[in-house]
């Protein structure tokens, strides 16, 4: 082999050793890149599941307060019809009725705080699996195999004109 051959083959084993790191390279990068996307969609999930826990909270806070109103409304009601109509009450049924209707209010809104609490809790927890799923997502994955073949197989090769020309011995 003359030195134009030796030189050809040099040539060769960085071209190929080139390809191999710059293969490894790209793929590291795309690797990068979709973790960087992935923690990003993560974040926008967490966030949004954020705001529409808030937005069920807001929800409860105002079905709660427009209920109270109504009840405030219905007892108000109840003792003015009563007072205007002179009944008076010998036997207590109206304040016994009174007792049971503020017992079965104060029920209601106990139950729309479980409820908003609840779907508040559901909303939290479906956030976390959405998050856990995005982030658990399969990455792109070096091949290392191809790039190191080739890297090895253009050290090779250089190694292998260098003996032939008697600079490697």
Avoid: C, H
Avoid at 5 to 14: D, E, H, R, S, T
Avoid at 54 to 62: D, K, R, S, V
């Amino acid at each position: 082999m003359g030195v134009i051959g030796a030189i050809a083959g040099i040539v060769g084993a960085v071209a190929s050793v080139a390809s191999g790191v710059a293969s490894i390279v790209s793929q590291s990068k795309a690797a990068a890149e979709q973790a960087e996307m992935q923690a990003k969609m993560a974040e926008e999930a967490a966030a949004l599941g954020a705001k529409n826990r808030a937005l069920i909270e807001q929800e409860t806070a105002e079905a709660l307060r427009r209920t109270e109103l109504a009840q405030r409304k219905q007892s108000s009601q109840a003792k003015a019809l009563a007072a205007a109509s002179g009944f008076v009450s010998d036997t207590g049924s109206f304040d016994l009725y009174m007792t049971e209707l503020e017992q079965e209010q104060q029920a209601e809104l106990e139950w729309i705080k479980r409820s908003g609490a609840s779907k508040a809790d559901i909303s939290a927890q479906q956030t976390q699996y959405n998050v856990q799923q995005i982030k658990s997502q399969p990455t792109t994955r070096v091949e290392w195999g191809g790039a190191l073949g080739s890297i090895v197989g253009g050290i090779q090769q250089g190694v292998g004109v260098g003996q032939d020309q008697g600079w490697i011995k």
